[in-house]
């Protein structure tokens, strides 16, 4: 059975700290991993990787995949409050649209 | 931008009672999907389609129909409300095999 899981569920840190978001997946005809990021509204879509050891990155965040060790990690550095939200990893299956998604990291990011 | 809009954003109905939730959107996407997110599940893909008059079973397609009569726009219906399909709902659109954009969410309760 395909399975994403995402560690930690949660995670509170401060203000300029770093934080890692890991996702696993042992999923069949593996396509491509994608990130969102969730606030109170529709998810947000952050990276999609296709390909191991290049890394994503967008402004604070960063994002790798290794598809020999079957992870991806989403990077955040000098963290903001705006930062908090639930970040969503998610798995896509070749010629198909569907994607298998994780839980779900909880990142709350104080002042 | 991509706009992918539903019905309501919150819903109160009573057991037994005929829902539908509707989604639209604007981007003349071939693939639309209905999801329901719960704490500690992530989101679990109810049903999808990638054409019009077509359909395919999710993860969890129980006490749930689609209707998908036009491109732009995905119906979900809970034939016969029950409690336990208090959650919130998810819509989302998708070119081809790529990142899905979507919708604000709609909020169910049913009592």
Known sequence: EDKVVQSPLSLVVHEGDTVTLNCSYEVTNFRSLLWYKQEKKAPTFLFMLTSSGIEKKSGRLSSILDKKELFSILNITATQTGDSAVYLCAVGKSNTGKLIFGQGTTLQVKP | DVKVTQSSRYLVK??????????????????????????????????????VKM?????????????????????????????????????????????????????????
């Not at chain 2, 981007?27 to 989101?43: A, C, I, K, T």
């Open chain 2, 14 to 51: 009573r057991t037994g009672e005929k829902v539908f939730l509707e989604c639209v959107q604007d981007m003349d996407h071939e693939n639309m999907f209905w999801y329901r997110q719960d704490p500690g599940l992530g989101l679990r893909l109810i049903y999808f389609s990638y054409d």
């Open chain 2, 55 to 111: 359909k395919e079973k999710g993860d969890i397609p129980e006490g749930y129909s689609v209707s998908r009569e036009k491109k732009e726009r995905f119906s979900l219906i809970l034939e016969s409300a029950s409690t336990n399909q208090t959650s919130m709902y998810l819509c989302a659109s998708s070119p081809t095999v790529s990142e899905q954009y979507f919708g604000p969410g709609t909020r169910l309760t049913v009592t």
